[in-house]
C-alpha cells in the first residue's frame, strides 16, 4: 500500500509543478488596473481684485473681491508631467468706490459718450457705491503636475490666459434715508470694454493653490472712459 501511494505521490509532481507555473503566467498576463487621475475639470476662485493702474481721479476702497468658476478639460502631454486645458465659465468682478460715484455724459456721438467719476452729490451720501461686472470665460492653461497618477495630491502649476465677454455690468449705491435704506442701480453694458483678456498663473498642492492675474484691456471702451487696468489675487479650489 506504501509503496502505491508513493508511486502516486511521485506522478502528481510534475502535474503540481505545471499548474504552479500556470498560476505564475496567469498573474504576469493578468495588467495592473487602470488609474484615472484627476484633471482639474473643477476650478472655483475667490480672490481680492484691485484697479492697479488708474488716474488719481479715480478713488477706490480696498477690499474689491472677485468670484470665477470654471468646467475645464485637461489634454494631457504624453510622456511628460505636462498637460493642455481649455474650459469655460463666469467671472465676476465686484469694486468699491470711496466717495465717488460714476456719472455718465451722453452727447449723441459714439466718441462723445464718457464715463466719469465724481465726488458724492451733497444731498446724497452713499453707505456703498460699486461697480460690477461679469463676464463668459474661457480660460487656457499650460499645466504641471508633479503627481501624474494622483493630481489631488503633490505640487501642481499653471500658466495661462483668459478670454471673456462682456455678460453684464451695473452700479449700484446704497443710502439712507430718514433711517430707510434705499438702493440706486444702474445698468448697462455700454462704456465698458466688451472683451476681457488677462494673463494668468497659479501655484499650489493638492486642491488648493494660489493664482494671480493681470488684465491686458482696460475696464472702458476706448475713449469712453479713463485708462483701468484690474489685477486679481486669491485661493483656488480644484478637483474631479
Same mark, same amino acid.
Given at each position: 500500500?506504501?509503496?502505491? $501511494?508513493?508511486?502516486? !505521490? ?22 495592473? %488596473? ?7 475639470? $473643477?476650478?472655483?476662485?475667490?480672490g481680492?481684485?484691485?484697479?492697479i ?6 478713488k ?18 504624453r ?5 493642455f !486645458? ?6 465676476v ?5 470711496? $466717495? ?6 451722453d452727447?449723441g ?10 465726488? @458724492? ?9 460699486? &461697480?460690477?461686472?461679469?463676464?463668459? /470665460?474661457?480660460? &487656457?492653461?499650460?499645466?504641471?503636475? +508633479? ?30 434715508? +430718514? ?8 445698468? /448697462?453694458?455700454?462704456?465698458? +470694454?466688451?472683451? @476681457?483678456f !488677462?494673463a ?26 479713463? %485708462?483701468?487696468? %484690474?489685477? +486679481? ?8
Amino acid at each position: 500500500m506504501r509503496k502505491i $501511494l508513493a508511486i502516486l !505521490a511521485i506522478l502528481m509532481i510534475p502535474s503540481v509543478l505545471l499548474l504552479a507555473q500556470d498560476d505564475k503566467v496567469n498573474s504576469a498576463a493578468v495588467p495592473p %488596473p487602470i488609474v484615472k487621475p484627476s484633471r482639474d475639470f $473643477l476650478m472655483l476662485q475667490l480672490g481680492y481684485n484691485n484697479w492697479i493702474k488708474k488716474p488719481d481721479s479715480v478713488k477706490t476702497k480696498p477690499f474689491g473681491f472677485g468670484f470665477r468658476g470654471y468646467l475645464c478639460y485637461d489634454f494631457p502631454i504624453r510622456k511628460t508631467k505636462l498637460s493642455f !486645458a481649455a474650459g469655460l465659465g463666469v467671472s465676476v468682478s465686484v469694486e468699491y468706490l470711496d $466717495l465717488q460715484q460714476i456719472a455718465n455724459y451722453d452727447t449723441g456721438r459714439v466718441l462723445g459718450s464718457q464715463v466719469r467719476f465724481i465726488p @458724492d452729490p451733497d444731498s446724497v451720501s452713499f453707505k456703498r457705491y460699486k &461697480f460690477v461686472t461679469t463676464y463668459l /470665460t474661457a480660460p &487656457f492653461e499650460l499645466r504641471y503636475f +508633479s503627481n501624474t497618477q494622483n493630481r489631488n495630491k503633490g505640487f501642481k502649476a499653471a500658466i495661462g490666459l483668459q478670454i471673456g465677454t462682456l455678460l453684464g455690468a451695473h452700479t449700484k449705491a446704497l443710502t439712507s434715508v +430718514s433711517g430707510t435704506n434705499i438702493k440706486y442701480k444702474v445698468d /448697462t453694458k455700454r462704456y465698458v +470694454s466688451p472683451w @476681457d483678456f !488677462a494673463a494668468t498663473a497659479r501655484v499650489g498642492w493638492g486642491n488648493f493653490s494660489i493664482f494671480a492675474s493681470y488684465n491686458l484691456t482696460n475696464v472702458f471702451k476706448d475713449n469712453a472712459g479713463p %485708462p483701468i487696468t %484690474p489685477a +486679481s489675487a486669491g485661493i483656488c479650489i480644484t478637483g474631479l
